[in-house]
């Protein structure tokens, strides 16, 4: 997951070697694109506006995302500090209308704690 970049001198030899992060560069289609799928939106709900006051911050997310995974994709995409990240699965419930029977879909939602002094403008306008 590291490029290396190397820097040749006027002679033609090799000065140094850096080492750069590849979640600060964006590379083929940015750095949008190679995050989209690990957010899927801002949970939007009573608690979560209390919560933002405090610089918590909940998103829906894939059930397949882990807490580093949305680290990485709420840092590259809003520029912030993320101090800590909790997640919660929930099992859909069992649903029927009249003989027939279904079960609701499974989610998962992250919560999102900022660096104190950081905030997110996710729900404006709404």
Request: cysteine-free; overall charge positive; hydrophobic content about 40%.
């Amino acid at each position: 997951m590291l490029a290396k970049t190397v820097k040749k001198s006027a002679k033609g030899a090799a000065d140094t070697a850096s080492v750069e992060n590849d979640i600060t560069k964006p590379v083929s289609g940015g750095i949008i694109k190679r995050y989209a799928h690990t957010l899927i939106k801002p949970h939007v709900s009573e608690k979560a506006a209390h919560l933002a006051g405090r610089g918590i911050y909940i998103f829906d997310v894939p059930l397949s995302a882990n807490k580093l995974e949305v680290r990485k994709a709420v840092e590259a995409l809003y520029k912030v500090n993320v101090t800590n990240v909790r997640t919660i699965r929930g099992i859909g419930k069992m649903v029927r209308r009249g003989k027939i029977t279904g079960q609701r879909n499974h989610w998962k939602k992250a919560l999102v704690e900022l660096k104190k002094g950081q905030t997110l403008n996710l729900v404006a306008g709404v």
